[in-house]
């Protein structure tokens, strides 16, 4: 089974400076790992996957993760943010070897942007 | 990308009746659908898979004859709430997948807040 752990629930920050938000994961089988976005009163929407290869992986509106094995971390991060990027950020899990879609995700990550 | 569409994106019933919500792939067929519960400030909860042409599998703790699923189609998969209650208020949202494998991207419905009176 797969779990996935959100270190904080709320991160307030300035517009323009940087920020890091948190994801520990926990899996006794290799894991695909994804950071979606929601806004309010929406679906999600997929920011960047892992899947293999490069351990960096660059999403859309400018926004990276790292994949760390060792530390069993997927953080996410963005070097300058805007206001529009005040929304819930859900990192999550799907099993490799599955053949199939079941994600397992975090509790979420209220990132709120200010002025 | 891929469009999946929710509606109604709000409902709000009395106690004791039906609601049921709809899940429509536009651009791409699904032949699996994914079904969540999201409460208030906190993450999504898998209720269910939606198989076209066959049963849904349900989570454990999902109440099958509460929560009906049906997958008619390759485009549209249904979610009714039966005989619902205040409890049952809540935000609903589906997922389809498009992509090879397990590999491929999730995409996601606006989702249907349901509020029961």
């Known amino acids: 089974a797969q779990s996935v752990t959100q270190l904080d629930s709320q991160v307030p920050v300035f517009e323009e400076a940087p920020v890091e938000l948190r994801c520990n994961y926990s899996s006794s089988v290799s894991v695909?790992?994804?950071?979606?976005?929601?806004?309010?009163?929406?679906?999600?929407?997929?920011?960047?996957?892992?899947?293999?290869?490069?351990?960096?992986?660059?999403?859309?509106?400018?926004?990276?993760?790292?994949?760390?094995?060792?530390?069993?971390?997927?953080?996410l991060r963005k070097p300058s943010v805007h206001i529009s990027d005040t929304a819930e950020y859900f990192c999550a899990v799907r099993a490799t070897n599955t053949g199939g879609f079941k994600t397992i995700f975090g509790a979420g990550t209220r990132l709120f942007v200010k002025a | 990308g891929a469009v999946v569409s929710q509606h109604p994106s709000r409902v709000i019933c009395k106690s004791g009746t039906s609601v049921k919500i709809e899940c429509r792939s536009l651009d791409f067929q699904a032949t699996t659908m994914f079904w969540y519960r999201q409460f208030p400030k906190q993450s999504l909860m898998l209720m269910a898979t939606?198989?076209?042409?066959?049963?849904?599998?349900?989570?454990?703790?999902?109440?099958?004859?509460?929560?009906?699923?049906?997958?008619?189609?390759?485009?549209?998969?249904?979610?009714?709430?039966?005989?619902?209650?205040?409890?049952?208020?809540?935000?609903?949202?589906?997922?389809?997948?498009?992509?090879?494998?397990?590999?491929?991207?999730?995409?996601?419905?606006?989702?249907?807040?349901?509020?029961v009176l």
């Open chain 1, 32 to 75: 695909y790992l994804f950071w979606y976005v929601q806004y309010p009163n929406q679906g999600l929407q997929l920011l960047l996957k892992y899947l293999s290869g490069s351990t960096l992986v660059k999403g859309i509106n400018g926004f990276e993760a790292e994949f760390n094995k060792s530390q069993t971390s997927f953080h």
């Open chain 2, 50 to 115: 939606s198989n076209e042409g066959s049963k849904a599998t349900y989570e454990q703790g999902v109440e099958k004859d509460k929560f009906l699923i049906n997958h008619a189609s390759l485009t549209l998969s249904t979610l009714t709430v039966t005989s619902a209650h205040p409890e049952d208020s809540s935000f609903y949202i589906c997922s389809a997948p498009l992509g090879g494998g397990n590999t491929g991207e999730l995409f996601f419905g606006e989702g249907s807040r349901l509020t």
